[in-house]
């Protein structure tokens, strides 16, 4: 992993997702870069004809003025952190914010995207939202999310949920990445309900495959993969709990707001989202 797109409104939420982002790349080895969008207002230029690039310059001006005012607060945080060392940059941009992240991840190879969200209600509209639903819909790189209360804590276990399904292993292979960069754990779960349709076999197929590998494999039985999943993420103190997600309706069901009230209630990590 070589670099970490991070965007960034210079909010506390974006602010405590900076702080997730910069111990990443340095875990990582990875170049951290900031980005900020701004969109311009819808300007009839037959009211305005000799002002009308002028306003436009003034506000593009006032953006970058703002945006480079607010860059020390970065600074002095990675100086308190001790990731001074840490290489980051900037890019401002104007305009819709999906379409400049997917610009950034084209032009600048970027690996992985980190992102704040806030608290219960900023989970849903995380997922559910016409920008940050589209990210993870639509981007082929994992993303991060981080939730505005989740303070960051030193990677030692990384939970995995699968249906062992062929397709998961690609993403497996992903968090081994993360958690041997971190001399971390992958814990591995597998919720069997009553209507479950994975053969011992391909179970022993994983084991096999990655036997070698800082895994392990917990196979529980219960009816209610929700609750399931929240009790493995207390009870084997994960820091940071990594999903698959192949279509948005699944994070549309998962994030509706009961689900999301007892994992803010109980355990405020962060989610690693890959495809």
């Known amino acids: 992993m070589k670099k970490i797109l991070l965007p960034t409104d210079f909010t506390a939420v974006a602010n405590n997702a900076f702080v997730h982002a910069l111990e990443m790349a340095n875990h990582l080895d990875a170049e951290l870069l900031l ?7 819808i300007v009839d230029n037959q009211f305005f004809p000799q002002n009308y690039q002028t306003i436009f310059d003034s506000l593009e001006m006032a953006n970058f003025e703002r945006f480079k005012d607010l860059m020390p607060q970065l600074h002095a945080i990675a100086e308190e ?5 840490v290489t980051f940059s900037h890019i401002i941009m104007d305009g819709d914010l999906v379409y400049n992240i997917k610009e950034c991840i084209k032009n600048e190879n970027i690996d992985l995207i980190v992102m704040g969200t806030s608290g219960a209600t ?4 995380f997922f559910l939202g016409t920008n940050t639903g589209e990210v993870i819909s639509t981007v082929s790189i994992p993303v991060l999310c981080v939730p505005a209360s989740s303070k960051y804590t030193f990677i030692k276990n990384i939970g995995f949920t699968t249906r062992f399904r062929e397709k998961d292993k690609e993403s497996l292979w ?3 990445e993360v958690a041997k960069k971190n001399n971390a754990k992958v814990k591995c779960l597998y919720v069997k309900t009553a209507f479950s349709d994975v053969e011992e076999h391909e179970i022993e197929n994983w084991r096999v495959t990655f036997k070698n590998e800082p ?5 529980v039985e219960d009816d209610n993969p929700m609750e399931t999943i929240l009790d493995f ?3 084997q103190e994960i820091d940071v709990l990594a999903m698959v997600t192949h279509k948005r309706n699944f994070f549309v069901s998962l ?3 009961s689900f999301t009230e007892k994992i803010t209630n109980r355990s405020e990590i962060p989610v690693l989202v890959l495809h």
């Open 122 to 125: 900023g989970w849903k509209e």
């Open 255 to 257: 994030f509706e707001s």
């Open 35 to 41: 980005l900020h969008t701004y969109e311009l207002p």
């Open 233 to 235: 993420i207390t009870s």
């Open 81 to 85: 952190r001790k990731l001074s060392h």
């Open 215 to 219: 895994i392990q494999f917990f196979i």
């Open 174 to 176: 992903k968090a081994i």
